[in-house]
């Protein structure tokens, strides 16, 4: 059985979602402030957690990022908030996805069902990979990518990941010098059952040359394809 977890303060809204979630064979657990939040994605482990953006204690995009720092579980976060800037602010923190308030609990478990076949999928696929390359390593210059730990390695020290960096990074590592656009990225990390713009796969990339170049404005790796998308390099390719 899945299991997610639920931090949201609005108590009536958090039990009508839990128990739309129950019924559609989830199991569930619930927080309605942010440290309580931490705590149980310690120790209920869920394979999908749903984050507000507003809590009573600390804000969603804070709580986004310290969930970052010892899980790489997908996050859907619900806002009242419909801004692009928000999106992006939540895609920056760690976030994969985002719905608006008011939004369909149909809606919100097919989104929840999408990220648990694509983590599974991903997980499938990577250990396929494994198998075939017969390596547990990718590495580039000073990355090391580990698929079977799924963590990011640049100059000999580790780096936080989402899922969805991870996944580029593997894409990128696997198929030097390819270019992807926005549209073929977004289609190999998420399907097409996805509901994220291509705008998200900006944000990512945003992110990751904050962790891997030495200068996210000037990167070396991830080079951006003007007019097309992005493609990873290295110094001998």
């Known amino acids: 059985m899945y299991k997610v977890l639920i931090i949201e303060d609005d108590r009536i809204m958090g039990e009508m979602l839990a128990m739309y979630l129950k019924e559609e064979g989830f199991q569930v657990e619930r927080a309605v402030e942010g440290d309580e939040g931490l705590e149980l994605a310690k120790k209920f482990s869920p394979h999908v957690i749903i984050l507000d953006m507003v809590l009573p204690d600390k804000a969603g995009t804070q709580l986004c990022r310290e969930l970052r720092t010892f899980t790489v579980v997908p996050i859907l976060v619900v806002s009242m908030k419909t801004g692009v800037a928000e999106r992006v602010e939540a895609l920056t923190a760690g976030a994969d996805d985002y719905v608006c308030k008011p939004f369909s609990l149909r809606e919100v478990t097919a989104k929840i069902s999408a ?24 590495q580039e ?5 580990d698929l079977e730990k799924r963590v990011i390695r640049v100059n000999n020290g580790y780096v936080e990941a989402t899922f969805s960096e991870f996944e580029i990074m593997r894409l990128f590592m696997t198929n030097v010098e390819r270019v992807y656009s926005r549209e073929d990225l977004l289609n190999e990390l998420r399907g097409y059952d996805s509901f994220v713009t291509e705008r998200a796969i900006d944000v990512h990339i945003a992110n990751l040359r904050k962790k891997i170049e030495d200068n996210p404005k000037e990167p070396k790796y991830i080079k951006t394809v003007w007019g097309i998308g992005y493609k990873f390099v290295t110094k001998s390719s």
Not at 126 to 137: C, D, G, L, N, Q
Not at 141 to 145: Q, R, S
């Open 141 to 145: 210059g000073a990355i090391l990518l």
């Open 115 to 138: 990220m648990i076949r694509r983590t599974h999928l991903y997980q499938d696929r990577s250990i396929e990979r494994v198998k075939s390359e017969r390596s547990t390593a990718r």
